[in-house]
């Protein structure tokens, strides 16, 4: 089932590269939806559908994927960011047929039990978003594009090393995830090992100060933000701390958890900040898209299982609402042809779909409660609280902050004065609307249902490290 | 076996090249490529001595790369002589014997053999092709005469002809390393890479590709014979001076087939990291992908120029025939390193060889040129795709080829586990 689901929309995805109108691409994402959906709703616990053939079984390398909770929440929000996507943006088909190739990979990233498997994907899910940039990038994409490699090989090469070491020096038989959780590395090559881990997923959280990347890569994106919102997808850090950085060099992370911690709590702010005086919106929602997951990371680093959990679910939660905002960015751009903030004005008299529709996914962004954002930000903090008070202390003005950021730019484009009029809702963006904000509501008001999975995982985490803070 | 049928081939053809056609000719040597091909197959993983001459594992994986090449370079080169098929076939055969001996005597004959038809061949455009041969014929010389002294210390040191004859003493360092010399030049490797980067640009692109592939494979042979296992201190040095040369003067390179040439060098450098503990798998299936992807590269340019082929020419390739220009775009790929293609797993084998024997900072070396790299081979991979007046004008039998080899190269970042044990058996 878990093969069928990550190759559902590889097949797609390839099928529209090969030409077919954009409709099949749509009708992939929907089926590629409602499997997760059914696989989510019908998780049993634990490691479900788990597969494993031999990659390189001399090496120990298997083709191992699994489903547990916390993937399959992914998979979910994987599938509903990515039909969100291809029912509204208006690009071409192989364009859709890149994003779908690409949340196939990301699908086999997050169901992956195999640490050299999980790399594998990590990597080749690089390709389709560079191509996306290139074929669909504005002026300065190949800067960006550079730009995106340089940091993203600059983690991974190392993540590599410390992959080989994990295995050389923990003496686990395979690289599957469960003989490597036996075989814990441990002394001083742990921080070695975690460092290499660390350089990686920093780079794909963001962490302040390698989260430079992430403007360019979505200030020159398709104005569609189709690029954007699967861009928001691969940003697994926080997921890739949690599964396997930590808990593969325990001791490693003990020595840099303060220095993460305070990383974390700085983009947080830092994020907030530059978000605040972001002059177009791809610019405002990259450095929210910071800030946000700073704060997630915080939950992680807490080693907290409120924290994790927290962590977690905002991460998924942002999935789709920061994707969400960057396809109504997309929207606008439609529109008016700009996506500079001042350029709008008074956009809710003539469109008040459009506005209410952008009131929900501001509002998810700044964490209402009710709302999707609010009960990762609210467990993350409760957690990071345990941990450090006077850095979460720190992280929460960045929650203060993004209500600033978020609502400044929500009252400029659909309220303050000059009215300039635009289309409402329109066709496919209906059925976008209803689909993104019963995902916000439900994701706000039934958290329980959503976590269900993740608290085992949660729990097991800080029991490896020594029962939470 | 082998050797029979190349050999009987190599001397038929001579006479027969007086009096067939040159398409006549051009079949038979393909032929006679063939035929060595699949007496290897058939006879895959069944060792076979013949006094110095012996099939073993090393000598069946690196000839089979070795044929691959030279069958390749036959297909894709226009040319209206025949001398130049002859070449190749006598090269071939060089580069069997090559692989297929201890014996160090044995071994500079091979040598010799498969590097004169070389000399001719990278003179075959008159001109500017010219100096640099004329630079390859000198040096490859020196690197011989290198090897023959090493030889003398060799045996001097050890008593014995034979290569990895366990010894000791500063004779015996001394006679390695003058072995590693004269091998490492015709691998490339720093600080001997000085022809490559002149050779490659001014010989015809067909040529290139048979350096690039069947004589780094036939000499990969030849110097795991000679060092491995317990490589001399001096194999460090060299690896990291190939790697650190060969992929920052690739930064600066205008021209595909420069680039190209310190890409070769830079991998001779990640391919002797399985020199340390003499695996053949983890060797064998990094030259297996640097050849297809390498090779692949080199189809290509053959079929925009046979010439030079800045890479300002490439632009537009992909609007022009998708087929080249997407097979490119995967060798580039491939040759960085990056999955799901071959590239990547050759890497993984040899970056765990070197971890294995705890050469943690070649290692750590290896993995941040390999971040430069990325630089350049995305710049070749990438001016493809931009807009452009890219001229190509392919034959079906070389786009036949480059789909196979792109193919090839996504088949093994997927499944490489197939091809391992095969390799393993051969040792």
Redesign the interface.
Known sequence: MVVLAILLPILFGLLLLLGLPRALGVLGAGLSLLLNLYLFLTHPGGVAHGVQA??????G?YWAFGLDGLSALFFLTIGLSVLLGALVAKVEGRFLGLALLMSGLLLGLFAARDL?VF???F??A??PALLML??YGGEGRIRA??TL??FT??GS??M??AI??VK?LGGSPTFLLEDLLAHPVGGNAAFWVFLGFALAFAVKTPLFPVHAWLPLFHQENHPSGLADALGTLYKVGVFAFFRFAIPLAPEGFAELQGLLLFLAAISALYGAWVAFSAKDFKTLLAYAGVSHMGVAALGVFSGTPEGALGGLYLLAASGVYTGGLFLLAGRLYERLHTLEIGRFRGLAESAPGLSALALFLFLAMVGLPGLSGFPGELMTLLGAYKASPWLTALAFLSVIAGAAYALTAFQKVFWEGGQRGTEDLKGAEWPFAFLAVAALVLMGVFPGFFVKGLEPLAEAFAKILGGGA | MILLVLSSFAVALTLLGFFVSVPLFKRLTILGLSLALLSLLFTWGKPFAFGPYQVDGISQVFTLLALLGALWTVGLVRTRRFEFYLLVLYAALGMHLLASTKNLILMLVALEALSLPLYALATWRRGEGLEAALKYFLLGALAAAFFLYGTALHYGATGSLLAGTPGEGPLYALALGLLMVGLGFKVALAPFHFWTPDVYQGSPTPVVLFMATGVKAAAFAALLRVVSPGAPEALSLLIALSVLIGNLAALAQKEAKRLLAYSSIAHAGYMALALYTGNLQALGFYLLTYVLATGLAFAVLSEVSPDRVPLDHLKGLFHRDPLLGLALFVAALSLLGLPPLGGFWGKYLVFTEAARVGQWGLLVLALLTSVVSAYYYLALGLSVFQKGEAVAAPRPLARGIALLAALALLFLGFLPGIVLPALAQGG
């Open positions: 031999p990659l390189l079984p001399g090496a390398v050299l790399y594998l994907f990597e080749a690089l390709i290139f074929f594009i550079y490699l340089l090989l600059a090469l190392p590599l090393a080989l070491a050389a």
